[in-house]
C-alpha cells in the first residue's frame, strides 16, 4: 500500500516536498516512480528512482528543479519540487514497480504494479 502525501497550494516558484510512505513489503526492492496527471490531460511520468537510490530518470519537465530521492529505512520516496509554475498543477502520484531498473521501464504507467491515491498540488501564478 501507497499513501501520497505533501500537496497543497503554492505560489508559482515555490517549493513542495511530496512524500510517498510504503507499507507491507511493497517497497522491497521495487523501483518507484511519481507520475502526475492534471485536468483534462493523461498521466504522465515525472521522475523515477531505483531501489538503491543510486540511479534517476527524470522527464524533461521535471530536469533541473525536481528532484526525487528515497529512505528505505522509513520505506518512503520524496520528490523535491522547486521553482513551481502553473503547468505543474497535477494530482502526483507514486508507483512502485517490482521489477529491476530500466530507464525505458520506469516511464511507462503500464508496468507500475502498486499506485497510491494520489496528492494534489496547485501552484498559482
Known amino acids: 500500500q501507497l499513501q501520497a502525501s505533501g500537496g497543497g497550494l503554492v505560489q508559482a516558484g515555490g517549493s513542495l516536498r511530496l512524500s510517498c510512505a510504503a507499507s507491507?513489503?511493497?517497497?522491497?526492492?521495487?523501483?518507484m516512480g511519481w507520475f502526475r496527471q492534471a485536468p483534462g490531460k493523461e498521466r504522465e511520468f515525472v521522475a523515477a528512482?531505483?531501489?538503491?537510490?543510486?540511479?534517476?530518470y527524470y522527464a524533461d519537465s521535471a530536469k533541473g528543479r525536481f528532484t526525487i530521492s528515497r529512505d528505505n529505512a522509513k520505506n518512503t520516496v520524496y520528490l523535491h519540487m522547486n521553482s513551481l509554475n502553473p503547468e505543474d498543477t497535477a494530482v502526483y502520484y507514486c508507483?512502485?514497480?517490482?521489477?529491476?531498473?530500466?530507464?525505458?521501464?520506469?516511464?511507462?504507467?503500464?508496468?507500475?504494479?502498486?499506485w497510491g491515491q494520489g496528492t494534489l498540488v496547485t501552484v498559482s501564478s
Open positions: 528512482i531505483s531501489w538503491s537510490g543510486s540511479s534517476a
Open positions: 507491507g513489503r511493497t517497497f522491497s526492492n521495487v523501483v
Open positions: 508507483a512502485a514497480d517490482r521489477s529491476r531498473w530500466d530507464v525505458a521501464r520506469a516511464t511507462m504507467i503500464h508496468e507500475y504494479d502498486y
